[in-house]
Structure formats: C-alpha cells, structure tokens
C-alpha cells in the first residue's frame, strides 16, 4: 500500500512564500515523474508543476518564475517539494500531489493554501 501525504500549507500575505512538501511511503519500487497540481473553489482541477525521474521540470504559464518544483529520491525519502514565491490571491487552492509509482498513480489529500490579506 502507498500514501502520499502532503504538508506546508496555510494563510500568507500577497507576496509571501510557502513550501510545501508530499512524502511517500509504503511499498515502492520505483517513482517516475511527480506532480503538483490545484483545485480552486468552483474551477477544474490544474496541473502546476512536473518534475521526471531525470529530474526535467515543466511549470503551467500562471506560475512560471515564481513557483519552483524539487524531488529527493534519496533512499526512504522519496518526496517532490513546491517553493512558492511571490504569492498572488489567484494562487488560493487546494494543492495536490502525484506520483508515478510502479505502474500506478497515486494523490495526496491535498493542502490548503490561501494568498490573502
């Protein structure tokens, strides 16, 4: 069995950062790509952000220069980390993450992250 479980949300200014991170555990042989993604009140679920097993990176045009996405495939680590910065009020969501793994896709529960003053 795989969880994800995701941490690092919360209430920031405009303008403020927030990290936040998804670990997963349980019987993995193998993470291929990993990915953040948001779902805003009332609107379809985003992609964000990807990274590949080779560590390539893509980002949706919303976030690009502000957002950054990070993997740590160290043995018993095994997570993938999204360093907001500049945060707009556009950016309150609820942030997801996936993964890849040994032939399944799994998601987190998601966090909240709100941008307000």
């Known amino acids: 069995q795989v969880q994800l479980v995701e941490s690092g949300g919360g209430l920031v200014q405009p303008g403020g950062s927030l990290r936040l991170s998804c670990a997963a555990s349980?019987?993995?042989?193998?993470?291929?790509?990993m990915h953040w993604y948001r779902q805003a009140p009332g609107k379809q679920r985003e992609l964000v952000a990807s990274?590949?097993?080779?560590?390539?990176?893509?980002?949706a045009d919303s976030v690009k220069g502000r957002f950054t996405i990070s993997r740590d495939n160290a043995k018993n680590k095994n997570t993938v980390s999204l360093q907001m910065n500049s945060l707009k009020p556009e950016d309150t969501a609820v942030y997801y993450c996936?993964?890849?793994?040994?032939?399944?896709?799994?998601w987190g529960q998601g966090t909240q992250v709100t941008v307000s003053s």
């Open positions: 349980g019987s993995i042989f193998s993470i291929n790509a």
């Open positions: 996936k993964m890849w793994i040994s032939g399944h896709d799994y």
């Open positions: 990274i590949t097993g080779g560590g390539s990176t893509s980002y």
